[in-house]
């Protein structure tokens, strides 16, 4: 069984920056592939960034490129996602979730999720 607990969300103007973590359990994290996503009142949940096992690979969504960064400290088993130039529509619970495989941007393909931690930017 695998846990994850997410934390670092808050309120945040327009224009600043948070960064978000995911603890993980299991002995196994470093061979875990994760994921963020996050989803916005009466929107679906939408892929943010994937990072591999290793670290070495990295993928993000269009809307988030160039402000977020997707990193992993796997002597800590945490995943971590740095957000800088913030924006409204930024505003979303976010989610770390894990996968068996590499990179997948649909939902569907993460077996265990964190609970979520909110994001608010206000304008």
């Known amino acids: 069984q695998v846990q994850l607990v997410e934390s670092g969300g808050g309120l945040v103007q327009a224009g600043g920056s948070l960064r978000l973590s995911c603890a993980a359990s299991?002995?196994?994290?470093?061979?875990?592939?994760m994921g963020w996503f996050r989803q916005a009142p009466g929107k679906e949940r939408e892929f943010v960034a994937a990072i591999s096992w290793s670290g070495r690979s990295t993928r993000y969504a269009n809307s988030v490129k160039g402000r977020f960064t997707i990193s992993r400290d796997n002597a800590k088993n945490t995943v971590y996602l740095q957000m800088s130039s913030l924006k409204p529509e930024d505003t979303a619970v976010y989610y770390c979730a894990k996968s068996v495989k590499l990179l997948q941007l649909d939902s569907n393909e993460y077996d265990y999720w964190g609970q979520g931690t909110q994001v608010t930017v206000s304008s």
């Open positions: 299991g002995r196994t994290f470093s061979a875990y592939n």
